[in-house]
Structure formats: C-alpha cells, structure tokens
C-alpha cells in the first residue's frame, strides 16, 4: 500500500509539472512574439504624379521635359513611361525631353510599381498643333545658374531665367524636382527664386513658359547636392552698378554677393589712396558693406578680393567715376 501511494503520488506531481509546464509554454510564447500590444508600423499608400511639365499644349516638334514623383510604397521603385507613340518607352523616373512631332492628341502614362507589387499611376494629354510664324515662335531659357552644378547641403541657389518670343502674358513654372514647392506665376517677367537645398541628391530644375496663344518652351538643368563641394569662392558686386557716375561728396552703398568657397573667409575691399580706407576682415562670413563717400574726383576701381578656408581667392571690381 506504501508503494502504491508513492507511485500515485509521483504520477500527480508528474502530471501537474506537465500542466504548469504547458500553461508556462503557451503564456511565455504568447509574450515572446512581440507584436501584442506593440503597434504595427504601416506604410503609406504608392502615389504617382507627373510634376513636369505644367503645360498641355505644344508646337509641332518642340521638346518636352517629362518628370515624375512618387511617394509612399516600400522601396525600390520601377518606372515606366509610355509617351503614346510620340517617342520610346523610358524606365527613368525622369526620363528627360521629348519631341512630339505628330500633330494630335497624346496621351502621356507614368507607372509605378514598388517592391510589395504595389501600382500607382498618372496620365496627362498633351495636345501638338501646328507651329505658328517664326516671329511667334518662343523660347525659355535658364539665366543662374547658367549650367549644371554642385550644391553643398544647406546651401542656397538662386534661379533665374528668361524668354524670347512668343506673345505675352505668360504663365511660368518652376519645379525643383522635390526640393521646394514648385512655383507658377503669371506676367512678362520670369519669377525669380532662391531655394535652400536640404537633402541630399540629385534634382532636375525645370524652368516652362507658356504664352498666350498657347505656344510652350522650357528650359532645365541639374542640382546636385553633396555633404562637401569643393568650389572657389565667387565675389559679386550688387552695388553699385559698374561704371557708376557721382558727384564728388557723393555717397556710395557697397553690396557685396559670395557664391561658393568654404568659409570663414578673408576679405579686403581697397579703394585707390586718397578715396577711401581699405578694410580687411579675417575669420568672416559676409563681406564687408560700408558706406563710402566720394570726395576725389577721376575713375576710381574698388576691387574685393576672397580668400576661403582652403586658400582658394576670388575677386571682383566695380569702376566709379566721380565727376
């Protein structure tokens, strides 16, 4: 009898270890998973949208710059552009310029798919008609910068830009590609705009004008935005104009632009003996900007030179004459 008790006792105790052991098991596994009461990460919808160009309506064989943004999806990206017969279908996200020489209605198509097999997609018409008299004909050009060019992150750009031709007012359109907000106005004269670049990248600035009578033009050209760009520091007068004229014991503002270089810099401003003290300044940001009056009559050049962190110089002069 002793023995049998023992040998029930040892089956209870087996068999309730077991229990617990189960009820541990599925508890501990349960918690171990970690997505119970954790919040799951989501991801935004895929989009697509054609950002260039902001016109619809073209001359027979103009070029058109095509480019597209997308958003949102899981990463990496495929492309697809179907231009309706107008030119070969492009796997660029930015597949560049077009030329649309058949005189009909097109219908442009950009597709994305992302990694998860996601799509989105958008489309625009893009209407060719006939070119109009050479006097009618437009053209749209990128002023500054004058080429493509290298941006250290956080820096600034300013764009400038200008047209020909055509019959006025126009509407314009700046896209920067994800940079900054495009920007549209409307008048003669091309806005100017300064956008600050924070990310870094590559970015296709395209400039369009369309006049009134529908004829478009547009213009583009390439920011690339690094940690560190090496380039020579740039020194422009913006005033006052050069070959200025005054009369002696006139006074003169000196404004003064740096473009490029890595600071601080080192500044001299010199004005010929006689005219005005000189100023040098070290370990600086801006250049020096003083107000300067003119008691010696002749032609006076004051010449700024800049000198950078890494030794590179850049100069600039302005003639005054004082009469």
Same mark, same amino acid.
């Given at each position: 009898?002793?023995?049998?008790? *023992? ?27 970690? *997505? ?22 073209? !001359? ?32 660029? +996200? ?38 109009? +008299?050479?006097? !009618? ?18 820096? *600034? ?35 100017? !705009? ?5 990310? @870094?990248?590559?970015? +296709? ?33 913006? *005033? ?14 000196? +404004?003064?632009?740096? @473009? ?20 040098? @300044? ?42």
């Amino acid at each position: 009898m002793k023995r049998n008790r *023992s040998f029930r006792s040892y089956l209870e105790m087996f068999f309730i270890a077991g229990v617990a052991g189960l009820v541990f098991s599925c508890s501990s596994g349960g918690g171990s998973g970690g *997505s119970e009461g954790e919040p799951e990460e989501t991801v935004s919808a895929l989009t697509a949208s054609i950002t260039s160009p902001a016109y619809k309506t073209v !001359q027979t064989g103009a070029a058109v710059t095509f480019m597209g943004s997308v958003s949102g999806g899981v990463k990496p990206y495929s492309y697809y552009w179907d231009f309706d017969g107008a030119a070969e279908p492009s796997t660029l +996200q930015n597949p560049g310029e077009v030329i649309f020489s058949e005189n009909r209605i097109h219908t442009v198509t950009f597709t994305v798919h992302d990694s998860a097999k996601h799509m989105a997609r958008d489309s625009m018409s893009i209407t060719v008609t006939a070119g109009q +008299q050479d006097d !009618q004909n437009i053209t749209a050009s990128i002023l500054s910068p004058s080429d493509d060019i290298s941006v250290e992150i956080g820096k *600034s750009c300013d764009f400038k830009a200008a047209v020909a031709g055509g019959t006025g007012p126009f509407t314009f359109n700046w896209n920067f590609a994800g940079a900054a907000r495009p920007v549209t106005a409307e008048g003669d004269t091309p806005p100017e !705009q300064t956008i600050t670049f924070n990310k @870094l990248g590559s970015y +296709q600035v395209t400039f369009s004008a369309l006049d009134s009578r529908d004829n478009a033009a547009d213009a583009a050209i390439n920011v690339t935005v690094a940690d560190y760009v090496d380039t020579p520091p740039v020194a422009q007068f913006i *005033s006052p104009e050069n070959d200025t004229v005054i009369s002696s014991g006139d006074s003169l503002e000196f +404004q003064i632009k740096m @473009l490029g270089g890595n600071a601080p810099f080192t500044f001299d401003l010199s004005f010929p003996d006689g005219v005005a003290r000189s100023y040098h @300044l070290e370990n600086a940001a801006e250049p020096p900007c003083p107000s300067v009056t003119f008691n010696r009559t002749g032609t006076h050049e004051v010449i700024l030179t800049a000198t950078d962190s890494d030794g590179e110089t850049g100069s600039a002069s302005v003639i005054v004459r004082v009469q």
